[in-house]
């Protein structure tokens, strides 16, 4: 088996592989390393690598193996860490001046739990300032280009986890999803990326309040079954979050192949809000609804109709940022990302009453969901409006001829922040210029495990692994 196959086979087969002798997982951590040597110097994925840490982690799964202890479910397995997140040692600079020589003295419990795992930490991943913008570009690291043409950006946040396993630089990457950032760059990069329940993945120590009832940790990977098995290892109360969810009866890696008897899905290219979607993102959308007549479910569509969403969710994403950051401005502002600070001085006018206003245009968005899904399991929309957008551009000024705000792109993402609902990303087609397209699917509150199980069975319908970006 030549090296590059190796870097694009499954998590589970790299670990079956480990277990059995087959290589070990430090012949493993080797061929990642060296492939990132060679690959991201192009794109800018890894913004900070761990390295001699890596093989000091493959070394100590090798020898878990060799004594006969039991060994954690990822053990051997290589993965990277997105840069907001707390990793005990290792830079973390939320992709941001203030803290561009910041070293946590902690890891976060989700970091603790992949290493106890047996996971081998390859390195930390670039994102925006604070994971602000769904794109990936930062004033330490720079943009992170899309493996698939090196003119268009990753998508963000996690832009450069998604750019990570795209290209084979390691097949699980831990990302975080307060708006998007899971799903848009799982999109724009082709792989597949899943924004568990609200509360499924336990956020602890956290370092701000932006994105408190928003963020969702989960796992981006190029096979779903990869995903289950993350979340198996991830997912589970923490005391010290009072939003975190107890751990299932079961795993999710040994029922993700099992298909639900009978499923209600609807499908919506609007929500009811949204106004405008690029063309090839449409007719491939539409065929990945199609595809789903395979299997004994119904499909019809949906008649949710949101409004104002996107008030409800800027107003208390840039009054967390107004909170979080207002203690830095005086010695930093001009450090700061432009667009970045906006969206701060932005939320220092708002007003109680705006952010209370914000509450409760959230909770209506909630009740929606909660209305339509008392009637189906689940729900499908595109994952983003357009394809991969330039390197520069921040948002298109029009789709398909259409004026749209900055957001419009986006609008099918953060809605599902806002209601915390488990939602992923999965590929459903390539545009001409050979460009991912993906297909979100949405399940009802708490319910992951469909979430999973349909996606799988869409991988099934609509493989795409064997596309690979290609480096000159």
Known sequence: MKDEEICFLPAFKIRDMIKNGEFTSVEITELFIQRIEKINPLI???????????????????NAIKSGKKIGLLNGIPISIKDLMLTKG???????????????DVDEIVVKRLKEAGAVLLGKTNTPAFGYWTLTDNLIFGPTKNPWDLSR??????????????????????GSDGGGSIRVPSSFCGIYGLKPSFGRIPRYPTHDVTWLTLDHYGPMVRYVKDAALMLDVMAGEEIADKYSLPKPEY??????????????????????????????????????????????WTMEEAKIKLKKPYKAFATLVCSGYAYDLKKYLKEWRDKLDIDFLKLVDAGLEFAAIDVKLAEDLRQKVYEEFANYFKDY???????????????????????????????????????????????????????????????????????????????KAFEELNPWQEKKPQFS
């Open 377 to 455: 399991d689940v729900l499908i929309t595109p994952s983003t409006g357009v394809p991969p957008l330039k390197l520069g551009d921040k948002f298109p000024a029009k789709i398909r001829d259409k004026s749209v705000t900055p957001a419009e792109w986006f609008s099918f993402s953060y809605p599902f922040n806002l209601a915390g609902l488990p939602a992923a990303s999965i590929p459903c087609g390539w545009t001409k210029e050979g460009l991912p397209i993906g297909l979100q699917i949405i399940g009802k509150r708490w319910d992951d495990k469909t979430v999973l199980q349909v996606s």
């Open 251 to 296: 795993l999710y890696s040994e029922i993700v192949e099992e298909k639900p008897v009978k499923l209600k899905m609807g499908y919506s290219l609007n929500l009811g809000f949204i106004k405008a979607i690029d063309e090839e993102v449409e007719n491939y959308f539409l065929k990945a609804k199609d595809k789903f007549e395979n299997i004994d």
């Open 153 to 174: 950006n990753s998508g963000g946040s996690s832009g450069g986890a998604a750019a990570q396993v795209a290209s084979g630089l390691g097949p699980l990457a831990l």
């Open 44 to 62: 800018n994925a890894y913004c900070t690598t761990t390295f001699e840490l890596a093989r000091k982690m493959a070394s100590d799964a090798d």
């Open 90 to 104: 290792i830079r973390t600079t939320f992709g941001c001046k203030i803290y561009e020589n910041y070293i946590p």
